[in-house]
């Protein structure tokens, strides 16, 4: 356990840094295309398949276009931090590591009420589902826990635990702010200066929220989709040192997920054209976890 | 005699799940006890959040022995039926003895020891245990709800030993998650070798086995709270049912709603604490009316009383409920035909096209109901065009139960017609059996409407229920309809609306409800069969045949019909037919000529009746022909040598048949 608790949003993260990188994950950076969540990150969809075991922690900014308040919402953002981490296979003690890391970040376990609620997970556009629950602490969720049972339309085996916290909320209920806005972003005493999350983020979420509902062009968002969809095959079809070039082409994937979120904050897409948009990105993200399984097999 | 005591300990099991769970694991017990010969004493499962718990009083310490006759080979057979059978039976060919020509084993079976039954039947319940949803975890491949981590297993205060996929079994439990004596937090091993002793660990251990103490801990907790402040707790057992499933030390905690937000309509706040947070809501008993204040069910007794779990869920709701009033400023910005509008985009089904076209049909059907339910067509048609607009309002996109209720309240707001607001707040109604139906005719005319739209669409593309299986709910839309129009006495011709295979159907449905009430289904299939698609008439009917058929005169009038109905049959095998009416010969018997006079008594009271719709006039009718038709059939041979003799007969008999035919089809009655 740290001796103090965290005092700014850069220091809870760093101290779910120092609680899991002690349990033995690797810490990553990341990943550097857009995503919707920590989850896409190829570091557990991808990692998640295979025999290998793996255990890794790391920030993942997080986009949905649609969620922008162009800053005016307290709680709602179109840019957000996810904390993730996934353990392949996952240890017996998974609930007690996650209500440690709780601890570790200043939460008193027989003060706050923690309660693990049914909350069956499932992503349809990668083909993932998983059983688990929503982690609530007095009354809030504050992460998402989940045993990965298939990803990318294949059973995860062994089984991988994923944990989603959301960094943003945790945060606000650990330092006791009701704007995100209003967050400390760094040490309040620290002898540099004090910014807040408002400094760092609300001139991003204002311009980011007009391109989202207005800025970009949707034939050209289309365009690039359609783009996207075409070289996912050519690319896997490639390889090198007899390997399908499965790690570039699940990068396409992440770019056609992105650009469909975005066309769909646009309103451009119609209701009815939503499941063929999801089942077709899905049916890419298939092709990437099937070539990835079979080298991960292989090795 | 000796108990026995099991415990599955897992991660948290989905509330949902485990009262469902306790009587599977019940049932299961109970099989595999009763296939290994046991009788037990008692038997009792318990579920909760992290375990599921059997106690078996009352087990022998083993089977009893066992005398078994084995049936072998005939003498003669090949050697190889031989060899077979006596590796099967486990004897040698000198002990066989020979019976009939059959070689006969007689083996003693010793019964076995009841632990090792035991650890048998655990292994077997638990790697084929019924969860609606099941997982693997880890590198195993074990299947349960969610991890499974401890299994206790003792008879007679000895533990059980087996394991199941490097589970051991042992005598241990484990506390609740987090409360514990003294410092620190996680849960606490405790041994327990009985009941008792497990029982007490656990109560030691901050744990409620039973998931009616669980309830009984919620409400009186509520009501110390609630009696404190002088607040009267909102009934809600569906929730408590759920909570009761949350917490292993269940704990009422009372927190504070900012005030501002009582006006909002009590349905949404009531729905938005229900819903997201799984509060209990509270009234002022001097009005009547919410209080500013909610109780949420903790886990933990915390130290400071539970302050920081009522400030910290105070803020979750009241950022729930911003959102809630941000909804309804939102939605009457915007009103009813901007959502209209987007119903044209909203498609209903694949096959059947957008809500928009489903609501045009749905005001074409209201407006040819509106008649024949003493509603105004017009305004029929107006409340069906708005009711499904709501749809499109951003509180129905956050809570879509209060679909139909959000549209009543943006009617008033936007100060609609009264009748017309009360119609689209109730035409989904009635949604269960226990909800209530309908009673004004405008709203009564939406209600049938929006159903009849619901099931003819899909009835239309073959998207029938079938076993379990209903995803468009349509047997509760046909119960629905069925209750509106019984309970309202409404007289609508249900064929004018839809196909044969829908009106078998809604006989399907009726024949459940009367089912329900104790009526026999196959007089509802008697009186469907005459083809009549009135369920007023036919439910009038149903229950004066029933009343009848428990009368000494409708019982015996049924046999007699069955009698004659019989011989008919036969003849018209034989290829008579009756045509023209019966003829009375001049030589005609007694009881020939007193069936006459009957049936020519009966027919002008019992048209009368039937077109009175009196049906209990009519039955009564038809018990004067059951004296007459008793004779008849005891004394006239109906197969008569001659021919004019046995036609007149027969047709008479025939005559019978028609005319309480006109009341029922007698045939599709059984007994």
Known sequence: MPAEKPKSFQSLILTLHDYWSAQGCVILQ????????????????????????????YVQPSRRPGDGRYGENPNRLQHYYQYQVILKPNPPN????????????????????????????????VGAWGLGWEVWCDGMEVSQYTYFQQVGGLDVSPVAGELTYGLERLAMYVFGVDNVYDLPFNDPDAPLGHLTYGDVFLENERQQSEANFHGYDVAVLKQ????????????????????????????????????????????????????????????????CAQKWVEQQEAA | MPQLLLELFSEEIPARMQSGAARDLERLAREHLAAAG???????????????????EGLPAAQADRKEELKGPRVGAPPQAMEGFLRKAGVTQDQLVEQNGVWMAFVEKKGRATPEIVAEMVETIVRAFPWPKSMTWG?????????????????????????????????????????????????????????????????????????????ERILEGCKTLCFARNLELVDDIGLLEEVAGLAEWPTPVLGDMDPAFLDLPGEVIRTSMRTHQKYFAVRDPATGGLAPHFITIANVQSADGGKVIAEGNAKVLSSRLSDARFFWDEDVKVGFKPWLEKLEG?????????????????????????????????????????????LASQMVGEFPELQGLMGGYYARTFKMDGEIADAIRDHYKPQGPSDAVPTAPLSVAVALADKLDTLVGFFAIDEKPTGSKDPFALRRAALGVIRIILENAVRLP???????????????RLKVTLKDQGKRHDLVDAVFALGDDDLVRIVARVEALDGFLKTDDGKNLLAGYKRASNILKAEEKKGWKGEGEAELLPNASEPEVALHDALRLVRQPLAAALEAEDFTAAMRELAGLRGPVDAFLD???????????????LKTLAAVRDAMGQVADFSQIAG
């Open chain 1, 224 to 287: 690039q989709f359609e783009q996207m969809e075409e070289q996912v095959p050519l690319m896997l079809d490639r390889s090198y040192q007899g390997r399908s070039l499965v790690l570039p082409a699940y990068d396409m994937v992440l770019k056609a997920s992105h650009l469909f979120n975005l066309m769909n904050a646009r309103g451009a897409i119609a209701v009815a054209e939503r499941a063929s948009y999801i089942g077709r990105i899905r049916d890419l993200c298939k092709m």
């Open chain 2, 346 to 390: 909203v498609t209903f089904h694949a096959k059947l096209g957008t809500m928009a076209q489903r609501v045009e049909r749905i005001v074409a059907l209201a407006g040819e109901i509106a008649p024949l339910v003493g509603a105004d067509p017009e305004k029929a048609k107006e409340a069906a065009r708005l009711a499904k607009a709501d």
């Open chain 1, 30 to 57: 990341p990943h550097d295309v857009e995503v919707g969540a920590g989850t896409l990150h190829p570091a557990t969809v991808l990692r998640a398949l295979g025999p290998k075991p793996w255990n890794a922690a």
């Open chain 2, 635 to 649: 004394g006239v041979f109906v197969n008569s040598d001659v021919p004019e003799e046995r036609d007149s007969r």
């Open chain 1, 94 to 125: 998974m609930q007690d590591l996650y209500l440690g890391s709780l601890e570790a970040i200043g939460l008193d376990l027989r003060t706050h009420d923690i309660r693990f609620v049914e909350d069956d997970w499932e992503n349809p556009t």
């Open chain 2, 494 to 508: 249900l064929s004018k609306f839809g196909r044969e295979d829908l009106i078998a159907f809604f006989a399907d």
């Open chain 2, 38 to 56: 046991f009788l037990p004493e008692a038997l009792k499962t318990f579920a909760g959040p992290r375990r599921l718990t059997l106690v078996v």
């Open chain 2, 139 to 215: 590198s195993g491949k074990l299947r349960w709800v969610r991890p499974l981590k401890r299994i206790l297993c003792v008879f007679d205060r000895e533990i059980v030993p087996f394991a199941i996929e490097g589970i051991q079994s042992g005598d241990v439990s484990e506390g609740h998650r987090f409360m514990r004596v003294g410092r620190g937090w996680g849960g606490q091993p405790f041994k327990a070798r009985d009941f008792d002793e497990y029982q007490k660990g656990l109560l030691d251990h901050f744990v409620v086995l039973d998931v009616e103490e669980r309830k």
